[in-house]
């Protein structure tokens, strides 16, 4: 409830706000759309990495509607304000309306202030075509939160400002969420989210080449004392001190324990600007449990290639940008040749006290490749307390943005290799899983998915398009789906 009164709050004084701000700098746009989903399953490109904004099974149709007052950016202010508002309502089989951003923002110099609900995404890598970054990928709805930070790259005004940085701090609100009691669920246990990321940039902004690098650190956390009983007895303030240092706790049965479920990736990047392209090479290494700390699972990873090739409005076809992304993630530090740590292998996503892992609303955080139950075939195996029942992938992603005259189009097509987890596979593993394959054998799962989104301007702030998407494969029951929109902005 407080929730709904703070988003109602800001978009009343966003609307109120933007009466009297500059046209330049505030955006509206209304959408209506209509198409078909197969029955049985939405396909995967329209659900992934759309920040919530998810079509219906069957025939449906409904409404998206934006507004938006950005940051004044032709001048030097000292002081600088924001604010963001989308919904999405949906008809069909049946009726409901998503927040998919509501938030409000100040800047004041290079730092902002932040609270609500938007769309993002965490980590070094293309942002428009990615498969999806490691941590947060923009599948799920945002997480209300509050954030301080420097959201641009800051030139450090020293050594003729060769060095940049960015970061932010930030503290959410994820609801209740269901927690395991033994081979139980207990439900109602409100969490909370943390989120620390810091990124650098060495080379001046005028150079050619840049080379970036840092980490982004997150955990759901919250109550623990109805989870641990008696053993627990920090307050909620000493509680948020364990979890943003990652110090252990002990007391009781409680031994040795890191509170909360916590996730990374530490990211390196280049970038080079050619005469009309420009480079930009990517790597997210993965963390968990600390196997990254002792390179048991730098085999996975996440790598990109994204050609970016300057826009040439004058030809009849034209090409904006070309991704390429190889996705691994089958060693988890579980690999006979694995090195050893003080911790189990990395159960990508899956914890053994959250029951729906690293989900918000039941919807993955992370990289979509790494697939829950709620989408992978009934008929393959899975563990009664695995979520994820899929987190050990080989995904290679190929994204392709260009136009053709007045239209512009955005193509993803998706092949991967799906391996299931570490309990349902009878290869070799050097982990402490009693009986591996006992649930059943995963085996080698094939999946192709595609994507297709094209759209042109009319006239007076109409534009016209049309999304296609289809999955076919092993993994994910076979699906198709197409819709028509039309759009005003203004």
């Not at 730098?298 to 996705?327: A, C, T, Y």
């Not at 892992?357 to 490749?369: H, R």
């Not at 050990?392 to 992603?397: G, K, L």
Request: charged share 15%; with cysteine.
């Amino acid at each position: 409830m407080k929730l709904l009164f703070f988003v109602i709050w800001i978009l009343f004084s966003f609307f109120i706000s933007c009466l009297n701000a500059q046209q330049d700098y505030t955006s509206f746009k209304i959408e209506t759309f209509g198409g078909y989903v197969s029955a049985n399953a939405i396909p995967f490109w329209l659900r992934s990495n759309n920040f919530g904004s998810v079509p219906l099974n069957g025939i449906s149709g409904g409404f998206i509607g934006s507004a938006r007052k950005d940051y004044m950016t032709d001048k030097q202010n000292f002081f600088n304000w924001g604010a963001g508002f989308e919904g999405r309502f949906n008809a069909g089989s049946e009726i409901g309306f998503t927040l998919i951003e509501g938030y409000g923002k100040v800047k004041l110099s290079i730092f902002e202030l932040f609270a609500g609900r938007a769309k993002e995404i965490m980590g070094l890598c293309d942002t428009s075509l990615t498969s999806g970054p490691w941590a947060v990928s923009g599948t799920a709805l945002g997480i209300p939160k509050i954030q301080a930070g420097i959201p641009e790259f800051y030139s450090i005004p020293i050594w003729g400002n060769i060095f940049a940085f960015k970061g932010q701090y930030a503290h959410g609100w994820l609801g209740n969420k269901q927690m395991y009691s033994g081979d139980t669920a207990q439900v109602n246990i409100k969490t909370y989210f943390h989120q620390v990321a810091l990124y650098g940039r060495l080379g001046k902004p005028h150079w050619k080449m840049k080379l970036y690098g840092g980490f982004s650190h997150q955990a759901i956390w919250g109550h623990e004392e109805e989870y641990y009983n008696e053993d627990f007895t920090l307050s909620w303030f000493e509680t948020y001190l364990y979890v943003i240092t990652g110090k252990r706790y002990d007391k009781g049965v409680i031994q040795s324990t890191r509170l909360g479920n916590h996730l990374g990736s530490i990211d390196l990047g280049l970038e080079y600007q050619f005469s009309a392209i420009k480079l930009f090479l990517y790597r997210q290494n993965f963390y968990e449990a600390g196997a990254l700390y002792h390179l048991a699972n730098i085999q996975d990873g996440l790598n990109g290639i994204s050609i970016e090739h300057k826009p040439d409005s004058s030809k009849i076809f034209r090409w904006e940008k070309i991704v390429f992304e190889f996705l691994y993630t089958k060693n988890q530090a579980g690999e006979p040749w694995s090195p050893p740590t003080p911790s189990p292998y990395e159960n990508y996503y899956n914890h053994y006290q959250y029951a729906e892992g690293w989900s918000y609303k039941g919807i993955g955080l992370g990289t979509p490749f790494i697939t829950s139950r709620k989408y992978v075939r009934s008929d393959l195996p899975a563990v009664t307390w695995q979520y994820f029942t899929n987190n050990r992938v080989m995904a290679f992603h190929f994204g392709f943005a260009g136009g053709m005259q007045k239209w512009a189009y955005l193509l993803k097509l998706s092949w991967s290799t799906n391996y299931g987890t570490y309990f349902t596979t009878d290869q070799e593993q050097t982990t402490d899983i009693p009986n591996p394959g006992s649930y059943g054998v995963f085996g080698e799962q094939k999946q192709f998915s595609a994507f297709l989104e094209v759209h042109r301007p009319i006239k007076n702030g109409f534009s016209v398009g049309s999304m296609l998407a289809f999955d076919t494969g092993n993994l994910l029951y076979n699906s198709s789906g197409i819709f028509l929109n039309l759009a005003k902005s203004f």
